[in-house]
Protein backbone atom coordinates (compact mmCIF):
# COMPACT_ATOMS: atom_id res chain seq x y z
CA UNK A 1 0.00 0.00 0.00
CA UNK A 2 3.04 2.78 0.60
CA UNK A 3 4.45 1.36 -1.91
CA UNK A 4 1.49 1.85 -4.58
CA UNK A 5 1.01 5.34 -2.69
CA UNK A 6 4.33 6.95 -3.11
CA UNK A 7 3.60 6.05 -6.67
CA UNK A 8 0.16 8.16 -6.85
CA UNK A 9 2.49 10.78 -5.54
CA UNK A 10 5.31 10.91 -7.66
CA UNK A 11 2.97 11.13 -10.68
CA UNK A 12 1.25 13.95 -9.80
CA UNK A 13 3.34 16.36 -10.98
CA UNK A 14 3.90 15.13 -14.19
CA UNK A 15 0.16 14.25 -14.59
CA UNK A 16 -0.38 17.97 -13.52
CA UNK A 17 2.22 19.09 -16.36
CA UNK A 18 0.89 17.24 -19.08
CA UNK A 19 -2.55 18.67 -18.36
CA UNK A 20 -1.47 22.01 -18.45
CA UNK A 21 1.13 22.05 -21.43
CA UNK A 22 -1.74 22.94 -24.09
CA UNK A 23 -3.59 25.02 -21.62
CA UNK A 24 -0.87 27.71 -20.79
CA UNK A 25 -1.57 31.41 -22.27
CA UNK A 26 2.08 30.54 -24.93
CA UNK A 27 5.29 31.12 -24.90
CA UNK A 28 6.41 34.33 -23.59
CA UNK A 29 7.12 37.22 -26.90
CA UNK A 30 9.48 39.38 -25.19
CA UNK A 31 13.11 36.72 -24.90
CA UNK A 32 12.63 36.33 -28.46
CA UNK A 33 11.98 40.25 -29.29
CA UNK A 34 14.94 41.12 -27.32
CA UNK A 35 17.22 39.07 -28.95
CA UNK A 36 16.11 40.23 -32.09
CA UNK A 37 16.38 43.87 -30.93
CA UNK A 38 20.01 43.08 -29.76
CA UNK A 39 20.83 41.58 -33.05
CA UNK A 40 19.42 45.16 -34.58
CA UNK A 41 21.60 47.33 -32.41
CA UNK A 42 24.59 45.50 -32.90
CA UNK A 43 24.12 44.74 -37.23
CA UNK A 44 23.28 48.43 -37.02
CA UNK A 45 26.53 49.69 -35.11
CA UNK A 46 29.01 47.23 -37.35
CA UNK A 47 31.73 49.19 -39.47
CA UNK A 48 31.17 50.89 -42.40
CA UNK A 49 33.10 48.42 -44.78
CA UNK A 50 31.32 45.88 -43.02
CA UNK A 51 27.52 47.34 -44.83
CA UNK A 52 26.10 46.24 -47.92
CA UNK A 53 23.55 49.26 -48.19
CA UNK A 54 22.30 51.92 -46.19
CA UNK A 55 23.27 51.76 -42.50
CA UNK A 56 19.70 51.81 -41.45
CA UNK A 57 17.89 50.29 -43.83
CA UNK A 58 18.28 46.42 -42.89
CA UNK A 59 18.07 47.14 -39.38
CA UNK A 60 14.61 49.29 -40.44
CA UNK A 61 13.34 46.30 -42.22
CA UNK A 62 14.06 43.66 -39.51
CA UNK A 63 12.52 46.59 -36.75
CA UNK A 64 9.15 46.78 -39.24
CA UNK A 65 8.94 43.00 -39.11
CA UNK A 66 9.45 42.42 -35.69
CA UNK A 67 6.48 44.91 -34.94
CA UNK A 68 4.13 43.34 -37.02
CA UNK A 69 5.11 40.21 -34.82
CA UNK A 70 4.40 41.98 -31.95
CA UNK A 71 1.16 44.04 -32.74
CA UNK A 72 -0.05 40.45 -33.39
CA UNK A 73 0.70 38.69 -30.75
CA UNK A 74 1.57 40.97 -27.98
CA UNK A 75 2.45 39.24 -25.04
CA UNK A 76 1.76 35.54 -25.41
CA UNK A 77 2.48 33.20 -28.55
CA UNK A 78 -0.93 31.59 -28.64
CA UNK A 79 -2.37 32.51 -32.26
CA UNK A 80 -0.97 31.90 -35.89
CA UNK A 81 -1.70 32.22 -39.57
CA UNK A 82 0.19 31.79 -42.43
CA UNK A 83 1.17 35.38 -43.37
CA UNK A 84 2.42 35.58 -39.41
CA UNK A 85 4.66 32.22 -39.86
CA UNK A 86 6.25 33.48 -43.07
CA UNK A 87 7.07 37.56 -41.34
CA UNK A 88 8.57 35.05 -38.43
CA UNK A 89 10.31 32.50 -41.15
CA UNK A 90 11.40 35.94 -42.87
CA UNK A 91 12.88 37.81 -40.14
CA UNK A 92 14.75 34.87 -38.74
CA UNK A 93 16.53 34.49 -42.65
CA UNK A 94 17.27 38.12 -42.51
CA UNK A 95 18.93 38.44 -39.70
CA UNK A 96 20.62 35.46 -40.42
CA UNK A 97 21.77 35.82 -44.38
CA UNK A 98 22.83 39.87 -43.57
CA UNK A 99 25.28 38.54 -40.60
CA UNK A 100 26.69 35.62 -42.97
CA UNK A 101 27.30 38.85 -45.72
CA UNK A 102 28.69 41.00 -42.60
CA UNK A 103 30.79 38.23 -42.03
CA UNK A 104 31.95 37.80 -45.35
CA UNK A 105 33.16 40.98 -45.53
CA UNK A 106 34.22 40.91 -42.17
CA UNK A 107 36.78 37.72 -43.27
CA UNK A 108 38.05 40.43 -46.58
CA UNK A 109 38.73 43.03 -44.08
CA UNK A 110 40.67 40.83 -41.73
CA UNK A 111 42.95 39.63 -44.30
CA UNK A 112 44.10 42.58 -46.64
CA UNK A 113 44.29 44.71 -43.54
CA UNK A 114 47.32 45.52 -41.73
CA UNK A 115 47.44 43.93 -38.22
CA UNK A 116 45.84 45.61 -35.63
CA UNK A 117 42.85 47.57 -35.63
CA UNK A 118 40.40 47.46 -32.61
CA UNK A 119 37.31 48.05 -35.02
CA UNK A 120 37.89 45.34 -36.48
CA UNK A 121 38.39 42.83 -33.56
CA UNK A 122 35.13 44.46 -32.34
CA UNK A 123 33.16 44.11 -35.41
CA UNK A 124 34.05 40.42 -35.17
CA UNK A 125 32.27 40.27 -31.61
CA UNK A 126 29.13 41.80 -32.87
CA UNK A 127 29.36 39.45 -36.00
CA UNK A 128 29.89 36.32 -33.51
CA UNK A 129 26.83 37.05 -31.24
CA UNK A 130 24.83 37.48 -34.04
CA UNK A 131 25.76 34.40 -35.46
CA UNK A 132 24.44 32.93 -31.98
CA UNK A 133 20.92 35.34 -32.27
CA UNK A 134 20.20 34.01 -35.86
CA UNK A 135 20.65 30.76 -35.91
CA UNK A 136 18.15 30.29 -32.58
CA UNK A 137 15.71 32.25 -33.86
CA UNK A 138 15.95 29.42 -37.30
CA UNK A 139 15.87 26.46 -34.90
CA UNK A 140 13.22 27.98 -32.24
CA UNK A 141 11.26 29.05 -35.32
CA UNK A 142 11.46 25.51 -37.68
CA UNK A 143 12.05 22.84 -34.75
CA UNK A 144 8.65 21.03 -34.23
CA UNK A 145 6.78 23.82 -36.66
CA UNK A 146 7.37 26.74 -34.54
CA UNK A 147 6.49 27.92 -30.62
CA UNK A 148 2.78 27.97 -31.43
CA UNK A 149 2.81 24.37 -32.85
CA UNK A 150 4.83 23.32 -30.20
CA UNK A 151 2.31 24.48 -26.68
CA UNK A 152 -0.84 24.10 -28.34
CA UNK A 153 -1.06 20.62 -30.77
CA UNK A 154 -1.08 17.84 -29.31
CA UNK A 155 2.08 15.65 -29.45
CA UNK A 156 0.67 13.18 -31.69
CA UNK A 157 0.15 16.11 -33.81
CA UNK A 158 3.48 18.19 -33.97
CA UNK A 159 5.26 18.26 -36.62
CA UNK A 160 8.78 15.64 -36.44
CA UNK A 161 11.47 17.16 -34.45
CA UNK A 162 14.25 18.78 -35.76
CA UNK A 163 16.35 18.47 -32.72
CA UNK A 164 16.77 16.02 -29.55
CA UNK A 165 16.91 17.64 -26.37
CA UNK A 166 17.93 15.89 -23.38
CA UNK A 167 14.77 15.91 -22.04
CA UNK A 168 13.46 13.74 -24.98
CA UNK A 169 15.69 11.43 -22.65
CA UNK A 170 15.30 11.20 -19.18
CA UNK A 171 12.20 9.34 -19.01
CA UNK A 172 13.87 6.49 -17.09
CA UNK A 173 16.12 7.90 -15.36
CA UNK A 174 15.89 9.35 -11.05
CA UNK A 175 12.45 10.07 -10.04
CA UNK A 176 13.83 14.15 -10.09
CA UNK A 177 15.05 14.31 -13.43
CA UNK A 178 12.16 12.13 -15.33
CA UNK A 179 9.67 13.97 -13.67
CA UNK A 180 10.67 16.80 -15.96
CA UNK A 181 11.15 14.72 -19.20
CA UNK A 182 9.27 15.47 -22.38
CA UNK A 183 7.32 12.19 -22.23
CA UNK A 184 6.28 12.75 -18.18
CA UNK A 185 5.79 16.19 -17.82
CA UNK A 186 5.32 17.31 -21.43
CA UNK A 187 8.39 19.24 -21.44
CA UNK A 188 8.45 21.28 -24.65
CA UNK A 189 11.84 23.70 -25.76
CA UNK A 190 11.50 27.67 -25.35
CA UNK A 191 13.31 30.10 -26.47
CA UNK A 192 16.17 30.02 -23.73
CA UNK A 193 16.92 26.36 -25.24
CA UNK A 194 16.80 27.21 -28.78
CA UNK A 195 19.30 30.12 -27.77
CA UNK A 196 21.59 27.54 -25.42
CA UNK A 197 21.64 25.39 -28.12
CA UNK A 198 23.09 27.86 -30.69
CA UNK A 199 25.74 29.22 -27.84
CA UNK A 200 27.01 25.74 -27.45
CA UNK A 201 27.17 25.12 -31.49
CA UNK A 202 29.33 28.19 -31.90
CA UNK A 203 31.31 27.62 -29.27
CA UNK A 204 32.11 24.08 -29.50
CA UNK A 205 31.45 24.20 -33.37
CA UNK A 206 29.79 21.09 -32.65
CA UNK A 207 26.84 19.56 -31.04
CA UNK A 208 27.38 19.12 -27.52
CA UNK A 209 23.83 17.66 -25.20
CA UNK A 210 21.33 18.48 -28.23
CA UNK A 211 21.64 16.64 -31.64
CA UNK A 212 20.47 17.74 -34.84
CA UNK A 213 18.20 14.88 -36.34
CA UNK A 214 16.72 16.40 -39.92
CA UNK A 215 18.91 17.35 -42.72
CA UNK A 216 18.26 20.99 -42.57
CA UNK A 217 18.83 20.96 -38.91
CA UNK A 218 22.20 19.33 -39.73
CA UNK A 219 22.58 21.89 -42.50
CA UNK A 220 21.59 24.65 -40.51
CA UNK A 221 24.18 23.86 -37.27
CA UNK A 222 27.39 23.18 -39.59
CA UNK A 223 26.98 26.61 -41.41
CA UNK A 224 26.69 28.39 -37.85
CA UNK A 225 29.67 26.70 -36.75
CA UNK A 226 31.70 27.16 -39.85
CA UNK A 227 30.95 30.51 -39.51
CA UNK A 228 31.87 30.27 -35.88
CA UNK A 229 35.47 28.72 -36.55
CA UNK A 230 36.51 31.21 -39.53
CA UNK A 231 35.50 34.29 -37.01
CA UNK A 232 37.22 33.12 -34.08
CA UNK A 233 40.38 31.61 -36.49
CA UNK A 234 40.73 34.77 -38.14
CA UNK A 235 40.55 37.10 -34.90
CA UNK A 236 43.10 34.46 -33.05
CA UNK A 237 45.25 35.03 -36.40
CA UNK A 238 44.95 38.80 -36.09
CA UNK A 239 45.73 39.08 -32.32
CA UNK A 240 48.86 36.87 -32.74
CA UNK A 241 49.89 38.97 -35.98
CA UNK A 242 49.23 42.17 -33.41
CA UNK A 243 51.48 40.80 -30.35
CA UNK A 244 53.84 39.79 -33.22
CA UNK A 245 54.19 43.19 -34.45
CA UNK A 246 54.27 44.70 -31.23
CA UNK A 247 57.13 42.42 -30.11
CA UNK A 248 59.02 43.03 -33.44
Do not use: C
Not at 58 to 80: A, D, F, N, Y
Not at 112 to 124: D, N, T, Y
Not at 150 to 169: C, G, K, N, Y
Not at 226 to 248: C, E, H, N, P, Q
Amino acid sequence: MAEGSRRRRSSEPADSARRTRRDREGEHRWPAALAVLVAIALYALLPESLLFAPRLLIPGLELVLLVTLVVHSPRRLTKQTRWSRTVSLALAALVTLTNLVALGLLVHDLVKSSPGGRELLLAALQVWTTNVIAFALLYWELDRGGPVARITLPRERIPLADFRFTQDETKDTVVEVAAGSSQRADWIPLFVDYLYLSTTNSSAFSPTDTMPLSSRAKILMGVEATAALFTSLLVIARAVGALGGSGG
